[in-house]
């Protein structure tokens, strides 16, 4: 299912007694909206003193309660959030988190009343100056990073400019 889906839909059904003697034909409309998210959470990596955002955007047939937290699902700890916003033309509820300075797992989640709660994860890699390396001329230079995490784990190339 897809947030498109989301639409009017035309239920028809007939009931036709055993004899056949009567028949009846039944019409119905139901409107259908597919709650999720807009757009999804990108994992993220970015050098200390860059200035990183988040942003969350859930759809459903109304307002949803937005929430932020760190850390893994054993460990999540609640973030404020930037204001709320609620847009009733596309039924969209925006959230962000701003100036994101710690390396780890942010979880965005969005509850519809109480029957639905969906949620959605990003993993913010932040890393330090490498140092400067100073080179004799016929030296040749080969600087790596490997990035390790509990969560993830991978690695970085880094090239001369």
Same mark, same amino acid.
């Given at each position: 299912?897809?947030?498109?889906?989301?639409? *009017?839909?035309?239920?028809? !059904?007939?009931?036709? &007694?055993?004899?056949?003697?009567?028949?009846? =034909?039944?019409?119905? /409309?139901? %409107?259908?909206?597919?709650?999720?998210?807009?757009?999804?959470?990108?994992?993220?990596?970015?050098?200390?003193?860059?200035?990183?955002?988040?942003?969350?955007?859930?759809?459903?047939?109304?307002?949803?309660? *937005?929430?932020?937290?760190? !850390?893994?699902?054993? &460990?999540?700890?609640?973030?404020?959030?930037? =204001?709320?916003?609620? /847009?009733? %033309?596309?039924?969209?509820?925006?959230?962000?988190?701003?100036?994101?300075?710690?390396?780890?797992?942010?979880?965005?989640?969005?509850?519809?009343?109480?029957?639905?709660?969906?949620?959605?994860?990003?993993?913010?890699?932040?890393?330090?100056?490498?140092?400067?390396?100073?080179?004799?001329?016929?030296?040749?230079?080969?600087?790596?990073?490997?990035?390790?995490?509990?969560?993830?784990?991978?690695?970085?190339?880094?090239?001369?400019?």
């Amino acid at each position: 299912v897809e947030l498109s889906d989301s639409g *009017m839909y035309t239920c028809r !059904g007939e009931l036709q &007694t055993s004899d056949k003697s009567e028949k009846m =034909e039944l019409n119905r /409309n139901v %409107t259908v909206i597919v709650r999720g998210f807009a757009t999804k959470l990108k994992d993220t990596m970015v050098e200390s003193g860059e200035i990183i955002s988040l942003t969350c955007s859930a759809v459903g047939e109304k307002q949803a309660t *937005m929430m932020w937290f760190e !850390g893994t699902n054993t &460990t999540k700890v609640e973030i404020p959030s930037a =204001e709320v916003l609620y /847009n009733a %033309t596309t039924l969209t509820t925006t959230s962000s988190i701003e100036n994101i300075q710690n390396t780890g797992n942010y979880t965005c989640t969005a509850t519809f009343g109480y029957e639905t709660t969906i949620q959605q994860s990003a993993f913010v890699m932040i890393f330090g100056n490498l140092p400067n390396r100073y080179l004799q001329i016929a030296e040749i230079a080969h600087i790596s990073c490997v990035l390790v995490s509990t969560v993830r784990t991978g690695s970085l190339e880094m090239q001369e400019p």
